[in-house]
């Protein structure tokens, strides 16, 4: 049995790990106002502050080009600013970016949206210099529901601050999404 992961999922997190990373190196203590301002591979980031625990927060970081249309069946798409893939201007990560669809299994409906593929990130530091270990959360849900702006199943302040991480979910595709996603990639592996 291959201890490697599929390439997909392979893929995915080493595009996190690269959005992540980006975010870390490239931060930039600015201000907007009391805003936090850092700059990213893909242009500048706004976020927010959580004023009782001192925590800088970037909700809703796209990590990958929407996987809708042409993209819906494929890997996901880094988001490059030469392919014209990244956001234009400053992106305001004020807001947790939107569920993944899936049937919310307490409301007995469908909920949420393809476009989906978003970081929360949260950090108690600015400083480019600082070393700090990183929780890289993936939420449960049995790959059919849940997201990563859950209450419980998202970044916390107070984790941030007590522990002196940077605590990182993640909204990722799964359930049908995923399932057919694979499918069809598994169908045309490619010589890479």
Known sequence: MSSQLPLPLSWLLGSMVIILVAIILY???ES???LPLVDTDCGPLLG?????????MFKGVPFAAPPTGDRRWRPPVRMSRKDGTCWKGTYEALQYGPQCA???????????QEDCLYLNVYTPTLNTKARKPVIFYIHG?????CNGSMRGYSPNPWVTQDLDVVFVSVQYRFAFYSFFNQLTLFSKRSAH
């Open 32 to 34: 907007s106002g009391d």
């Open 27 to 29: 931060m930039k203590n």
């Open 48 to 56: 927010s502050i959580d004023e009782q625990y001192g925590v800088y």
């Open 141 to 145: 849900g049995y790959i059919h529901f």
């Open 102 to 112: 899936q049937l919310d299994p307490w409301e007995h409906r469908f909920a949420g």
